[in-house]
């Protein structure tokens, strides 16, 4: 390894930052459909969970993948089903789905605890990975890697540039216009909220398959609520989700690194409550700073919505 | 014929203090099927969960050690969420608490003054009001989201309790294990069965209940709390202040989370060690709307919750269960108790179409 150490501090950033800006940009799409849901923490775990036991099952850490997007994905509709046909409180049924995931995982995971799993393969390229600093930082991770930075041109393309974007932004601004203009209000909103729940299984999957790599009982620590925090950190735009789960994965590591040095008389579990405190802070410094009001929080974000006819 | 769904002009009075039942009927049926696919034996498994902890006087004293702490925080959340306040924190306040009071049993260490307990209910108290404080602070002050905030400073709250047992208060005599000295008699609540854990806390737990039904129901504060909730645009109209309700919210909910952690650590635990709660703070949120936000049906649903917990312990030491089976089946009470809301407001009728009568 000819890497110097700076390089390696921004290796283990990209993987910190990678399961958050998957779960904070479908948390933006279900966001700007107008559902809030705060299951995150739930449905990433269930995705963490379901990846590993099928990576494990089977042997094969891709189709751990798509396990662990689609048990995202059915914690996601079971979510939809409650608020958006039932039309029950978003807040109190995010709260349920996040309780019920934590439960339902600990439940599945039990006998997957100290078991080892083959980390998601590295997508090396003869020759340009071995390109000092740029072979490592730009190539040389795993797919999913690539895949959360695609997702994040993808999610800013779709709600820019395409009229499934607008319609899904007309219905998040204004539900009663657009049920009135003849969208199907809650159908977009189905298909917002469980992509939504895919992608907090992608990043639950990435925790368990890529970052850690192994299950444990509550894994996600909070990941799933500072996604959500993201989603306001980055006034609901896809690219400011990218910046600020690099921001946070930065966050993270920085306090691992400090930990380790050793030097300074801070207790552990000091330096453990930073991503934690800086969640707070970021958030107070969006609401206070200069360009509050200007937040473009969608107009109809946790309110139920049920056509009268 | 078709199914014709409408909303009801006002919610059902019986069907919203029905549905809690069907919700656990739906609950137990669904636990039912999930043991059979898990391959144990159902009956007993249920069995197990849910009646065999009721037949011994351990198992009903544990039952009301449980409760204690999930009926005098859902209580509280209940104001908060009746407004619209989420305080979903109440675990790190309990934590705060606990360490404010802990910090007054070890100061106090081996004084036999009767008035040590009530001076580390006060500081629990204050501990969890002012730790609620801060999102209430940032809430109104800047409008930063309560429930990302309040979240976040229950990791926080957790991982400084770990700091103070892993240093400064941890027992110099106790061979390096992560705990503090063991509170003296004066710093404990008295056990009300000789030979079980069932602690005075539970009595004040009820009486807290009817407390804050007193407060709801009459007093101004009470009254603006529920009007802020239904009607919120009468109660801007009627001058109340929103950020006021959020104070009391938070207020309320965090000293009375931070009194269910002094009565953990004066009653069952007896000492500050770095895990002080199986998540009493999160399920006192089931525990809450599971009551119907109304201080009388959070004293049986907190004896409910209390159940799946010493449940869970049974079944697992009887059957094998995993302990995890817990989280499952609050989860999925609330599930059912928010999907049957639906026919409260709701009302599902079955219309003939005219080209039926017609043919």
């Keep these: 390894m000819t890497d110097s150490s700076a390089v390696l501090v921004l290796l283990t950033v990209i993987s910190a930052a990678t399961p958050l800006l998957f779960a904070a940009l479908g948390e933006l799409i279900t966001e700007k459909s107008g559902v809030l849901n705060l299951g995150v923490e739930g449905m990433m775990l269930a995705g963490a969970v379901a990846a590993f036991a099928v990576a494990v099952t089977t042997g094969s850490s891709t189709l751990g993948v798509f396990a662990g997007a689609l048990a995202g994905a059915i914690l996601a509709f079971a979510f939809g089903v409650l608020t958006l046909t039932l039309a029950a409180n978003q807040v109190a049924t995010g709260l349920a789905l996040t309780i019920f995931g934590i439960g339902l995982s600990a439940l599945v995971g039990a006998g997957f605890v100290g078991i080892a799993v083959t980390p998601l393969p590295k997508l090396a390229i003869p020759g340009v990975s071995d390109l000092p600093v740029i072979g490592s930082l730009v190539f040389g991770h795993d797919a999913l890697v690539y895949l959360s930075i695609v997702a994040t041109v993808a999610v800013a393309w779709f709600l820019k540039k395409t009229r499934g974007g607008m319609i899904l932004r007309a219905v998040g601004e204004s539900d009663l216009s657009a049920h009135s203009i003849g969208y199907d209000v809650i159908g977009v909103r189905y298909r917002a909220v469980v992509f939504g729940g895919a992608m907090s299984g992608l990043g639950g999957a990435f925790l368990s398959l890529a970052y850690t790599p192994m299950w444990a009982e509550e894994m996600t620590a909070g990941r799933g609520w500072i996604a959500l925090a993201l989603v306001v950190f980055a006034s609901w735009r896809p690219w400011r989700v990218l910046f600020g789960a690099y921001l946070f994965g930065g966050v993270t590591i920085l306090q691992l690194y400090l930990q380790g040095a050793g030097g300074l008389d801070i207790p552990s579990q000091v330096m453990s409550m930073l991503p934690y405190l800086a969640t707070i802070l970021v958030l107070t410094v969006i609401a206070a700073g200069p360009w509050k009001g200007r937040l473009d929080a969608p107009a109809c974000l946790g309110r139920p919505f049920r056509p009268s006819t | ?359």
């Design chain 2, 1 to 359: 014929m078709q199914l014709k769904i409408e909303p009801r002009r006002e919610i059902s009075r019986n069907l919203l203090y029905l549905t809690p039942f069907l919700a656990v009927l739906l609950t137990v049926v669904t636990g039912f099927v999930l043991f059979m696919l898990m391959g144990y034996d159902p009956f007993a498994a249920i069995y197990h969960f849910f009646v065999s902890p009721l037949l011994s006087l351990y198992g009903l004293s544990e039952l009301m050690v449980k409760a204690a702490p999930l009926i005098i925080i859902g209580v509280g959340l209940a104001i908060g969420f009746r407004a619209n306040v989420w305080n979903i924190g109440a675990e790190g306040q309990l934590t705060i608490g606990a360490i404010a009071s802990g910090a007054v049993a070890l100061a106090f260490w081996g004084d036999t003054g009767l008035w040590v307990l009530p001076l580390m209910c006060i500081a629990g108290v204050l501990g969890g009001m002012l730790y609620a404080s801060i999102p209430a602070f940032l809430k109104t002050r800047f409008g930063v989201n309560e429930i990302l905030t309040s979240l976040m400073l229950t990791y926080v709250a957790t991982l400084f309790l770990s700091t103070l047992v892993y240093g400064p208060l941890k027992d110099p005599a106790g061979f390096n294990f992560p705990q503090s000295r063991m509170f003296t008699d004066a710093a404990l609540l008295g056990v009300v069965f000789d030979g079980t854990r069932m602690h005075t806390g539970t009595i004040f737990a009820l009486l807290i209940a009817v407390a804050v039904w007193v407060l709801m129901t009459f007093t101004i504060i009470g009254f603006q709390v529920r009007v802020v909730g239904q009607a919120p645009a009468a109660a801007r109209f009627a001058g109340f202040s929103r950020n006021t309700i959020i104070w009391f919210g938070l207020l309320v909910s965090g000293g009375l989370a931070g009194l269910a952690g002094t009565f953990e650590v004066a009653g069952p635990i007896g000492q500050l060690i770095p895990v002080i709660t199986p998540g009493y703070g999160f399920t006192a949120i089931i525990v809450a709307f599971l009551g119907r936000l109304h201080p009388l049906g959070i004293i049986l649903s907190g004896f409910l919750m209390a159940l799946s917990y010493i449940g869970g312990e049974n079944a697992q030491v009887e059957v094998g269960l995993p302990q995890a089976v817990t989280g499952v089946f609050q989860g999925l009470l609330l599930f059912f108790l928010l999907a049957s809301d639906f026919l409260v407001r709701y009302r599902v009728r079955v219309v003939r179409l005219v080209t039926e009568t017609a043919s």
